[in-house]
Nanobody
Framework: QVQLVESGGGLVQPGGSLSLSCAASGFTFRNLWMFWVRQAPGKGLEWVSGIVPEENGLTYYAESVKGRFTISRDNAKNTLYLQMNSLKPEDTAVYYC????????WGQGTQVTVSS
């Protein structure tokens, strides 16, 4: 049974940093692409970032976060990460870890609020 558990969200001031984690289980994590997706209040889902199965492999970012966010993974720990720097109020959202197969799997999400 696929399980994705996000953690690390919170309240941060503009310009600050947060590090999100996603603990994965129930599937062969090291073989699969993983993604971060977010949903801002009153808006739809927005893809944030993706990473190939290999550690230190190719990564992809939405233009809105490029240069500020870094996705990474530790296949030995079955964990996905998102380092978020230079946070802006428009980054306020619930952040979800996503596994895309024949269906999409989601965690419960972690709230990130950027506000002074």
């Amino acid at each position: 049974q696929v399980q994705l558990v996000e953690s690390g969200g919170g309240l941060v001031q503009p310009g600050g940093s947060l590090s999100l984690s996603c603990a994965a289980s129930g599937f062969t994590f090291r073989n699969l692409w993983m993604f971060w997706v977010r949903q801002a209040p009153g808006k739809g889902l927005e893809w944030v970032s993706g990473i190939v199965p290999e550690e230190n492999g190719l990564t992809y970012y939405a233009e809105s976060v490029k240069g500020r966010f870094t996705i990474s993974r530790d296949n030995a720990k079955n964990t996905l990460y998102l380092q978020m720097n230079s946070l802006k109020p428009e980054d306020t959202a619930v952040y979800y870890c996503n596994l895309h197969r024949s269906i999409d799997y989601w965690g419960q999400g972690t709230q990130v609020t950027v506000s002074s």
